[in-house]
């Protein structure tokens, strides 16, 4: 009866399989991967972690090249995808990801969410991540001693945004005179702009649930966890059982001592069989005896991934760094620093950078090089 149950089930379920095509439901299969992976960067964002955010934007741009979805929902999370891994890597003035090489990635990220107005519910909140990445990507670019890409960067927001007037005319100022240390760069901190695109990933994902793959994962984690504490719980009720039974058998035991006590002193002998204790072992449930097998997965290379979203695509694809040559210090340049340290006094480092042209160093590379300096006795 059991085997008709059985044979009766699989052929039913053989018969929805037929009933319904293979490429609707691959789609709605793909759709939900896509849905998890893009719930997966949106939560790596919020939580800063760098490294887990490329691994799993990698393995979005792999879904997205080999099924591409038609729906207008995932080219919104295909796009926002790529927004937040330029505002991710917005610091890092050497990563590529356009095929203009002096496209900074905060002002690709610009490029991006102009396209990304229609997503946002509250206009507030879309002129001011358009503010913060303005002032940002000079901030940015101020803080690696480059002042010309500082320029770019404004008046290619000039060209293409309604910056407030204010803004606009105190960004010209900050750039002209290279105060890295402004108050409304700090106003409009990077922080802020992290926290800013945060609240509209949590109001994008608030009204495009994207959590059908993670429910039933969900549910699935819980419904483990139900039966292994029933495991559990049968373990300790088998080893009351047999403490019982042990404790009863050696109450047995000694009330026949007690009688051959009684015997021998009445001169009678009597020999009886010896209950041997039980020898059945119970196993233990033991968390190293249901580990789960572990996958890996083949990390793909940079030959494999694709440009993300350019003019010409809207791919999103891993982040390509140019390993910079070292620059040597000139007599120009150590005479710079001798002098900056003459009028502002060693210690003064980020002063004296913003006094001459360093050439893109830092404040560190100025303190080192003080530092050689004097071991060579070129300076007092």
């Keep these: 009866m059991e085997a008709e149950t059985s044979n009766k089930s699989v052929t039913?379920?053989?018969?929805?399989?037929?009933?319904?095509?293979?490429?609707?439901?691959?789609?709605?299969?793909?759709?939900?991967?896509?849905?998890?992976?893009?719930?997966?960067?949106?939560?790596h964002f919020k939580e800063g972690k760098f490294e887990d955010f490329n691994e799993t934007l990698?393995?979005?741009?792999?879904?997205?090249?080999?099924?591409?979805?038609?729906?207008?929902?995932?080219?919104?999370?295909?796009?926002?995808?790529?927004?937040?891994?330029?505002?991710?890597?917005?610091?890092?003035?050497?990563?590529?990801?356009?095929e203009d090489d002096s496209v900074m990635p905060l002002v690709s990220a610009a490029k991006i969410w102009s396209r990304l107005e229609v997503t946002v519910a509250d206009e507030s909140v879309f002129e001011n991540i358009t503010v913060l990445l303005c002032v940002q990507s000079v901030a940015v670019?101020?803080?690696?001693?480059?002042?010309?890409?500082?320029?770019?960067?404004?008046?290619?927001?000039?060209?293409?945004?309604e910056l407030p007037q204010k803004v606009r005319a105190k960004l010209a100022t900050i750039v002209s005179q290279r105060e890295t240390y402004d108050p409304l760069l700090r106003r409009f901190s990077f922080n802020k702009l992290l926290e800013t695109v945060k609240s509209f990933l949590d109001a994008y994902l608030q009204k495009n649930p994207s959590d059908n793959l993670l429910k039933e994962a969900t549910k699935m984690v819980l419904s483990s966890q139900n039966c292994e504490a029933l495991e559990d719980s049968g373990t300790e009720d088998a080893e009351t059982e047999d403490t019982e039974t042990k404790d009863k058998s050696l109450s047995e035991t000694a009330c026949k001592m007690k009688v051959e006590d009684v015997k021998k002193k009445e001169g009678t002998v009597l020999r009886t069989k010896r209950k041997l204790m039980s020898t059945k072992i119970t196993d233990v449930w033991k968390p190293d005896s249901c580990k789960k097998p572990c996958v890996s997965i083949r990390r793909l290379s940079k030959n494999e991934l694709s440009e993300i979203i350019s003019d010409k695509s809207l791919n999103t694809t891993v982040v390509q760094k140019k390993r910079k040559t070292r620059q040597k210090w000139?007599?120009?340049?150590?005479?710079?620093?001798?002098?900056?340290?003459?009028?502002?006094?060693?210690?003064?480092?980020?002063?004296?950078?913003?006094?001459?042209?360093?050439?893109?160093?830092?404040?560190?590379?100025?303190?080192?090089?003080?530092?050689?300096?004097?071991?060579?006795?070129?300076?007092?």
């Design 330 to 380: 000139t007599w120009q340049l150590d005479t710079y620093l001798r002098k900056g340290v003459d009028c502002h006094g060693p210690g003064k480092w980020s002063r004296i950078l913003l006094d001459y042209d360093f050439e893109g160093r830092t404040a560190t590379m100025l303190k080192d090089r003080w530092r050689v300096l004097l071991k060579s006795h070129a300076v007092s």
């Design 58 to 98: 990698t393995v979005f741009e792999a879904i997205s090249q080999s099924s591409s979805p038609t729906a207008d929902e995932y080219a919104e999370k295909t796009m926002i995808c790529a927004f937040i891994a330029r505002v991710m890597h917005g610091k890092h003035l050497d990563s590529q990801f356009e």
């Design 141 to 161: 670019c101020l803080e690696n001693g480059q002042t010309s890409s500082a320029s770019s960067a404004l008046n290619w927001f000039k060209n293409n945004y």
């Design 12 to 43: 039913e379920a053989n018969d929805a399989e037929q009933s319904v095509s293979f490429q609707r439901v691959k789609a709605v299969a793909t759709g939900w991967i896509v849905d998890f992976v893009f719930v997966s960067l949106c939560r």
